[in-house]
C-alpha cells in the first residue's frame, strides 16, 4: 500500500517537473551602498524592464546588454520580497522533496545579505526554517516531523562540520551501502531544532566555528561555500508512510575572477579550487536542465555533496547577486552570462512558454493534496 501511495506522489510530482522544469535562475540587484564611494565608479549602470520583470538590462563599457532570466529583484526588493518567491520551494521539502538554494556572485554583491541577512532583517535561512515550523506545526494532527540542520562549509575542496566538536576534521563524502544511490556524510552533526531561539543558538554555534581558525574572516567567508543543510523526516500518524526531504541553502564563494598576475601561492590556490566548483555547479546545472543523460556530479565536492538534491525530482534556485555600480560591471557581465548560461538551456517544445515562471504556492497546491494524503485501502 506504502509503496503504491510513493508512486502516487512521486508521478504527480514528475507531472509538475514535466510542466515548469526544475531548475530556476533568478536576479537579485542590491542597492548602492557608502561602501561603493562616489564618482563616475560608483554610478548605476543596471536598470530594469517596467513590463518585464524577468529582464534585467546592463551598460558594460558603454553598452548596453540584456539579459533575460526567470525573474529579477531591483534594490528596493526586500527580504520578505525574495522569501516570498521561494517559500513554494521551502515547503517542498515537508513533502520528502530535496531543494538547493545557491546564492552567487562576486564578492560584495550580497548573497550573504540574501541567505543570512541582519539580526533586524533576515533572510532565507532563518526565514525557511520558521516556515517549516510552522508548516509543520499545522500538519501535527496527522504527521510527526523532526527538523535538523547540519551546518558545513567547503573550503579548497575541504568539507568540514561546523557544528562538530572537531571542525577541523575533513569530512568524506560516501555512497549509502544500502543500494539506493543516495550519499551521505559520515560523521556529520546534526542539531534538531523547534523554535527560532533553537535555530539562533545552532547559527551562533556555526559561526564561531568558522571563524576562529581563520584571521581574516571576511576573506576566508569570501572563498569558501557555506552550507546549511535542514532535514525535514515526516511519518503520517495512521498509516506509518515516512518521508525525508532535504532543502540545502548554499552562500557560494565569490565568483570574482582572480588575475593570472594578480595571484600566488595559497591566493592562487583557493582561486583555482573556487573558479572548479563554481564551474563544475555550472555544468551540473546545465546538463540537468537539458537532461542530458550524463550529468558531471564528481567534478567538485559541492555538486558531489549536492548530487542527491540536484538530480532526479529535486529542485534548484540559483540567486544570481548583482552588484549595480560601474566599477562592478565586468563581474556583473559575468555573473549575468553565468545565470543565462544555467538557465538558458533549451527546456524541451516551446521551451520559456510551455514553462511555467513560478512556483507559486497556488499551482503547487493544485497538485500536491491528491500526491500527500494516503487514501485508505
Ligand atoms: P557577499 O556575501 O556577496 O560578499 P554581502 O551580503 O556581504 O555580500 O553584501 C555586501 C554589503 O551590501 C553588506 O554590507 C550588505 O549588508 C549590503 N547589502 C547587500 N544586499 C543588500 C540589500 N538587498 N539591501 C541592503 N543592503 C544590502
Ligand atoms: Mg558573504
Redesign the pocket.
Known amino acids: 500500500k506504502y509503496r503504491r501511495e510513493l508512486q502516487l506522489r512521486k508521478k504527480c510530482h514528475n507531472e509538475l517537473v514535466r510542466l515548469k522544469g526544475n531548475i530556476r535562475v533568478i536576479a537579485?540587484?542590491?542597492?548602492i551602498?557608502k561602501?561603493d564611494g562616489e564618482g563616475p565608479k560608483a554610478a548605476n549602470v543596471v536598470t530594469f524592464d517596467p513590463d518585464d520583470d524577468a529582464i534585467i538590462h546592463l551598460l558594460h563599457k558603454g553598452k548596453p546588454v540584456s539579459f533575460e532570466l526567470d525573474k529579477v529583484f531591483s534594490?528596493g526588493?526586500?527580504?520578505q520580497d525574495v522569501f516570498q518567491e521561494v517559500q513554494a520551494l521551502i515547503t517542498s521539502c515537508i513533502d520528502g522533496f530535496n531543494v538547493c538554494i545557491f546564492?552567487y556572485?562576486?564578492?560584495?554583491?550580497?548573497?550573504?545579505?540574501?541567505?543570512?541577512g541582519?539580526l533586524e532583517?533576515p533572510g532565507i535561512n532563518q526565514r525557511a526554517l520558521q516556515l517549516l515550523f510552522s508548516e509543520v506545526q499545522e500538519k501535527a494532527a496527522d504527521w510527526e516531523y523532526t527538523i535538523t540542520v547540519s551546518v558545513t562549509e567547503i573550503y579548497n575542496e575541504v568539507l568540514r562540520d561546523l557544528l562538530g566538536t572537531e571542525p577541523q576534521e575533513k569530512l568524506e563524502i560516501r555512497l549509502c551501502p544500502d543500494g539506493s544511490g543516495r550519499l551521505y556524510v559520515p560523521g556529520l552533526t546534526e542539531f534538531r531544532v523547534q523554535s527560532v531561539d533553537d535555530i539562533n543558538k545552532v547559527f551562533e554555534f556555526g559561526h564561531n566555528n568558522r571563524t576562529t581558525e581563520f584571521t581574516n574572516m571576511?576573506e576566508h567567508?569570501?572563498r569558501s561555500h557555506a552550507l546549511l543543510i535542514v532535514t525535514v523526516r515526516g511519518r503520517d500518524c495512521s498509516t506509518g508512510l515516512r518521508t525525508t526531504g532535504k532543502l540545502n541553502l548554499v552562500?557560494l564563494a565569490?565568483s570574482e575572477r582572480v588575475g593570472k598576475s594578480g595571484a600566488e601561492g595559497s591566493r592562487l590556490r583557493e582561486a583555482q579550487h573556487i573558479n572548479k566548483s563554481l564551474s563544475a555547479l555550472g555544468d551540473v546545472i546545465a546538463a540537468l536542465r537539458s537532461r542530458q543523460g550524463h550529468v558531471p556530479f564528481r567534478n567538485s565536492k559541492l555538486t558531489y555533496l549536492l548530487q542527491d538534491s540536484l538530480n532526479g525530482d529535486s529542485k534548484t534556485l540559483m540567486v544570481v547577486?548583482v552588484s549595480p555600480v560601474e566599477k562592478n560591471s565586468g563581474e556583473t557581465l559575468y555573473s549575468l552570462r553565468f545565470a543565462e548560461r544555467v538557465r538558458s538551456v533549451e527546456l524541451g517544445p516551446g521551451s520559456r512558454h510551455t514553462e511555467l515562471r513560478s512556483w507559486s504556492s497556488q499551482e503547487h497546491l493544485e497538485l500536491e493534496p491528491a500526491c500527500q494524503t494516503p487514501q485508505p485501502s
Request: glycine fraction near 12%; proline fraction near 6%.
Open positions: 537579485r540587484v542590491r542597492p551602498t561602501e534594490p526588493a526586500s527580504q546564492a556572485g562576486q564578492t560584495g554583491a550580497g548573497k550573504t545579505y540574501t541567505m543570512e541582519t532583517n571576511n567567508s569570501s552562500d565569490g547577486q
